[in-house]
C-alpha cells in the first residue's frame, strides 16, 4: 500500500527538527494525519533561537503527502498539553500514534563532567525537558489512544537498552535522562500491552540533524566533508532513517511483538525492509560496539 496509515492520527511531541521532524515527515507520507508540537514557532522562537519551525514541519508532513497540524505546546505545562489532546479529541476523535521525542537538553549538558562540577541547574532542568515531559505527554494523551486497539507509544531516546546498560553516557545528567526514557518504554509496555496498546523505545543512531549539521560546518549535501575531522561520521543518518522506522512500527499489524522492547532505526531496518534517503541501511549502534568503540580506524563496510 503506497498510503499503509491513511486515516490514522499522530501526535509527534518534539517535532520543530531533528528526529521529530524526520518521524512526523515519514508519518505524513505515509498518508497519516501528524499533530506536530514544539516551542519554536514562526511568531516566536525557543531558547534554542534556531529557524526550524513547527509550521515548516507541518508543511514537509503535508508536502509528503499527509495532513500536518502544528500546534505550539510547552510539555513541560499540563494545561497546554491538555489542551493539546483534546483539541485532537475534538477534532479527530482518536490518536493512534504516540511519539514522544521532546528532548531540548543540547545546550545543557556539559560533556564528560561530573555531577559535582556540572551547573545543577541545567542539569535538572535537563531532566524536567527530557523526562517529565513525557510522563505529562502521555499521561494526558494515552486515555485518547485507547478508545481504538492497536494504538502505538514510541519513547524516542539515545542508545539502546544494551548499549546504554554498560555505557556511561556523556554525564551523570545525560545518562540518567536517557536511560530513563528507555524505562518509560519498558513500564508503559506493561501498563499498555493488557489494554490492546503497545510502547516501545526507539533510538536513532548518530543522527544528522539540523544541529549536528552545523556544528560540523556542513550541509546534507555535503556531509561527508567532515569525515576528514570525524571519521566515524561516515556511519550517520538522516532524519528520515529513524522516521521510516516509526512508520513502518505504525503499519504493522503484529506490531505488539515489539511490546516493552528496545529498538534501534538500523536494527527496524533490516526487520522490515526499509532505507535511509541514499538507499543504504546503517547500523550505527552494532557499528560503535565492534568499530568505533573497539578502537578500529572507521569503515563502514557491512555496517551500511
Not at 526550524?52 to 505545562?77: F, K, N, Q, W
Request: net charge negative; glycine share 10%; proline share 4%.
Amino acid at each position: 500500500m503506497s498510503a499503509p496509515l491513511q486515516g490514522k492520527v499522530a501526535l509527534v511531541a518534539g517535532a520543530t527538527r531533528g528526529a521529530g521532524r524526520g518521524i512526523a515527515v515519514e508519518l505524513g507520507a505515509a498518508g497519516a494525519t501528524v499533530y506536530v508540537t514544539g516551542r519554536s514557532t514562526r511568531a516566536r522562537r525557543s531558547e534554542y533561537d534556531r529557524p526550524e519551525t513547527i509550521e515548516d514541519t507541518a508543511d514537509l508532513v503535508t508536502a509528503a503527502g499527509g495532513r500536518g497540524i502544528a500546534v505550539p505546546a510547552d510539555h513541560l505545562d499540563p494545561a497546554q498539553v491538555r489542551a493539546l489532546v483534546d483539541r485532537i479529541a475534538d477534532e479527530q476523535g482518536r490518536l493512534d500514534v504516540l511519539v514522544n521525542d521532546i528532548w531540548g537538553g543540547e545546550k545543557l549538558f556539559e560533556w564528560e563532567t561530573p555531577l559535582w562540577e556540572h551547573d545543577l541547574d541545567n542539569g535538572l532542568r535537563l531532566l524536567r525537558l527530557a523526562v517529565e515531559t513525557h510522563a505529562i505527554t502521555s499521561h494526558h494523551a494515552l486515555p485518547l489512544l485507547l478508545r481504538n486497539p492497536g494504538g502505538l507509544v514510541v519513547e524516542v531516546t539515545d542508545g539502546t537498552a544494551d548499549y546504554n546498560g554498560e555505557n556511561y553516557r556523556v554525564n551523570f545528567f545525560y545518562d540518567l535522562a536517557k536511560t530513563s526514557v528507555l524505562r518509560m518504554a519498558f513500564a508503559l509496555g506493561h501498563e499498555l500491552g493488557p489494554r490492546g496498546a503497545t510502547a516501545v523505545a526507539l533510538t536513532p543512531g548518530w543522527l544528522r540533524s539540523e544541529l549536528m549539521l552545523d556544528a560540523f560546518g556542513v550541509r546534507e549535501e555535503n556531509w561527508r566533508d567532515a569525515l576528514e575531522r570525524v571519521p566515524h561520521f561516515a556511519i550517520s543518518e538522516t532524519p528520515h532513517y529513524v522516521g521510516r522506522a516509526v512508520a513502518a512500527l505504525a503499519a504493522d499489524a503484529d506490531v505488539a511483538r515489539w511490546n516493552g522492547r528496545s529498538l534501534s532505526s538500523g536494527g527496524l531496518a533490516r526487520e522490515y525492509g526499509f532505507t535511509d534517503l541514499d538507499g543504504s541501511r546503517p547500523d550505527a549502534w552494532r557499528y560503535v560496539v565492534e568499530v568505533q568503540d573497539a578502537g578500529k580506524p572507521a569503515d563502514t563496510a557491512g555496517y551500511r
